[in-house]
Structures are given as C-alpha cells and as structure tokens.
C-alpha cells in the first residue's frame, strides 16, 4: 500500500507561485498531481516516470515543473498561476512498471487533495 500526503496549497493572486509537495510512503513507476474543478472531471496536471521523463497539461507548459527528489517527495512548482487553475490538486502513484505515465487511467494510489485557489 503507497500512502500519500499532500501539502502547500491554499490562495494566491494571478500571476503568483505556489508549490505543492507529496511525501510518499514508497517511490513508484508512475507519479504525477492531477487536478478537479467542483463539478468538472478530474484531469491530469503533470506526469513523472522513474527515468524523470515529464509530462504535461498543454495549459500548464511553461507554467508548471513537475520533480521529485531521493527522499520519494513529489512537487509541483506553479508560476504565473491563472483563475482557471483553481481546483483541488491531487498527488498520485501507480506502480505498474512501464508505459506511459500520461496516458495510463486508473492510477491505483491517491492523496487527500489540496485546494489551490488563485484570485484575480
């Protein structure tokens, strides 16, 4: 069983950073912080492999970095945050070995969620 924990979210205006962190109990193949909007679908943020390959939301290229460290923590470091980034921000892990990270559905292991909430 993979245990998630995450933290960091809370408000901030546009145009402002926020970093979200994830401790993970263990590290797996896939890891990556998805996102949903009251009464919308959740939809996946940003992706990172157990080689680091990345990937990401179109609307969040050049905006968001996802990384991880030794330590099996996950990040999301978001700059020049926009209203339509608001949601709950949620930390995510699988262990199935191989495939894309990205495109993979059923991710086994969740978080709790944090709230991101950017102001105009």
């Known amino acids: 069983q993979v245990q998630l924990v995450e933290s960091g979210g809370g408000s901030v205006q546009a145009g402002g950073s926020l970093r979200l962190s994830c401790a993970a109990s263990?590290?797996?193949?896939?890891m990556g912080w998805f996102r949903q909007e009251a009464g919308k679908e959740r939809e996946g943020v940003a992706t990172i492999d157990w080689g680091g390959r990345t990937s990401y939301l179109d609307s969040g290229k050049g905006r968001f970095t996802i990384s991880k460290d030794n330590a099996k923590n996950l990040y999301l470091q978001m700059n020049r945050t926009k209203p339509e980034d608001t949601a709950m921000y949620y930390c995510?892990?699988?262990?199935?070995?191989?495939?894309?990270?990205?495109?993979?559905?059923?991710?086994?292991?969740w978080g709790q969620g944090t709230q991101v909430t950017v102001s105009s």
């Open positions: 263990v590290d797996t193949y896939c």
């Open positions: 995510a892990a699988d262990d199935r070995w191989g495939g894309s990270c990205w495109s993979r559905s059923g991710y086994k292991y």
